[in-house]
């Protein structure tokens, strides 16, 4: 299904998996279990199924402009929160919010690439992968997110001359994550920038960037068919 609807830019096409795989997903969704074997395993099938949820409760709504719902112009957050806090998806009896998947499950395995693998389904997220993670590529699949994400100049750019670190919310928002493996955001970031620039200004010995953060967009992250 990834294959079939996600191209290689994230874009998802959401119109034609809800004509032709809405079911296919559905079924496949409720012969998982919430059972893992180490922690490979766990990563790979806990943001598949963050992702595949995500896509259904998308699926259910669609078709939206964003996750963030609007209400005469004005952000609904109620709705906005709902669609995170909301214990809608089940593995078998047992009922899940997407919040409960991302926090209680995933960060605590204390490996904050998941930020970069873990899709909310809006253009300011990480790119959709169109394949789904495996325990055996798991660890190069999330080094290649962090690699794609952080050399997306929509999501990290650094000025050199200026010495100005711009980087996506997501780095705020997940801050006590990165920094639980870096001795700050920088020091996480820079090292994986491959620019020219971003290497020349990688010494955090002798200043450390300022950071500034880059807008975020809500859009919905889907293509159209054809």
């Known amino acids: 299904m990834l294959r079939r609807h996600v191209d290689g830019h994230g874009r998802v096409d959401y119109a034609a998996w809800k004509a032709d795989d809405a079911d296919v997903l559905a079924g496949w969704l409720s012969h998982q279990s919430a059972q893992t074997e180490g922690r490979q395993d766990a990563l790979a099938h806990w943001i598949n199924l963050y992702n595949a949820f995500t896509i259904q409760a998308v699926l259910q709504r669609y078709p939206i402009a964003s996750i963030r719902p609007q209400l005469l112009g004005v952000p ?32 605590p395995l204390g490996d904050p690439r998941i930020h970069f693998a873990i899709v909310c389904a809006s253009i300011g997220c990480p790119l959709l992968r169109n ?37 996506s919310p997501i780095f705020r928002w997940y801050r006590v994550d990165f920094e639980a493996v870096a001795p700050s955001l920088a020091a996480y970031i820079l090292p994986r920038l491959t620019t020219v620039a971003a290497s020349a200004g990688s010494d955090l010995s002798q200043s450390e960037p300022g950071l500034r953060e880059l807008p975020y967009d809500w859009s919905l992250n889907q293509r159209t068919s054809g």
Not at 152 to 157: I, S
Request: aromatic share 14%; hydrophobic share 40%; charged share 35%.
């Open 76 to 107: 609904n957050w109620l709705g906005f929160l709902r669609f995170f806090s909301r214990r809608e998806h089940r593995l078998g009896e047992r009922p899940f919010s997407l919040g409960e998947i991302e926090h209680s499950i995933l960060r």
């Open 131 to 167: 394949e789904a993670y495996w325990p055996e590529r798991v660890e190069a699949q999330l080094e290649d997110d962090a690699r794609r994400f952080i050399n997306d100049p929509a999501k990290v750019r650094y000025d050199a001359a200026a010495n100005l670190l711009f980087c």
